[in-house]
């Protein structure tokens, strides 16, 4: 079981410059993760999270002292953290402390950038990976369409806005041509591109449907894709400019 404990300013993403008093102070780690048990209903928590990290805070020895704390009383048994949207080498310095239990980072065909740095380090220091957003929320789901309506108020609308629907229907049509026997559809595809890497220890795709987890949970057999085909998906690398608000 996991949970997250957010940072007491509330804000998303940690800004560089702002202090770990205003985010994550000892008193906060305490009694956010005292919540969590008491509405989990149980007694520990296999991993405690903060929601957001700036690698500034690294060295100072509040949140460790806390993380310390929690885990002599029993109250978790791991530590990890949720990295900022796209910034996966800002976890390096913390990565290195041999504090940190599990990153919950960005990473998929599109973001294949904490390969580069943020993976290996992991490896060398036993740290676990929790792959988030392996869907590019939806974009590689094959289901986006340049005229593709979300209702309003959906946080797609901001994340697909301007020419972005069309864009990712192109990228989406590119990656449908590798398309066979390792992987019949798309979403399958970009599960089992995350799942490949060594580094990884478990995905986390958004589900909207029964048949959704269903098709997801089918995909932890352990199959690997050939390694020619992981090359062809390394050349399906977009970078692009992303929108935090």
């Not at 460790?64 to 996966?88: T, V, W, Y």
């Not at 990153?103 to 490896?123: G, H």
């Not at 792959?131 to 929320?137: G, M, S």
């Not at 229907?169 to 590119?174: I, L, N, R």
Request: charged share 25%; aromatic share 8%.
């Amino acid at each position: 079981m996991t949970s997250k404990i957010p940072p007491k300013n509330l804000k998303w993403p940690a800004l560089p410059g702002t202090a770990l008093r205003d985010a994550f102070p000892f008193n906060h780690i305490i009694k956010c993760t005292e919540m969590s048990l008491k509405n989990l209903g149980v007694e520990t928590i296999d991993v405690q999270q903060f929601h957001v990290w700036d690698d500034s805070w690294a060295i100072e020895t509040e949140w460790q002292d806390a993380i310390a704390k929690l885990k002599e009383q029993g109250k978790i048994r791991f530590f990890g953290m949720s990295l900022n949207n796209h910034e996966p080498d800002n976890a390096l310095k913390v990565a290195a402390t041999g504090l940190v239990d599990s990153f919950q980072v960005i990473y998929n065909i599109y973001d294949q950038t904490p390969e580069n740095n943020l993976f290996p380090l992991c490896q060398k220091n036993g740290i676990g990976i929790i792959v988030r957003v392996p869907l590019d929320e939806g974009g590689l789901s094959g289901n986006i369409t340049a005229d593709i309506k979300f209702p309003e108020g959906d946080f797609r609308n901001n994340y697909f806005r301007d020419n972005r629907k069309q864009q990712v229907a192109e990228h989406a049509d590119a990656l449908k041509k590798l398309l066979g026997k390792e992987a019949v559809k798309l979403p399958e595809l970009a599960l089992r591109f995350c799942l490949h890497h060594p580094a990884v220890s478990t995905v986390i795709p958004g589900m909207r449907s029964i048949s959704n987890v269903e098709a997801n949970c089918l995909l932890s057999d352990g199959r690997k894709l050939s390694e020619s085909l992981i090359a062809e998906l390394r050349n399906h690398k977009w970078e692009r400019d992303f929108y935090q608000g």
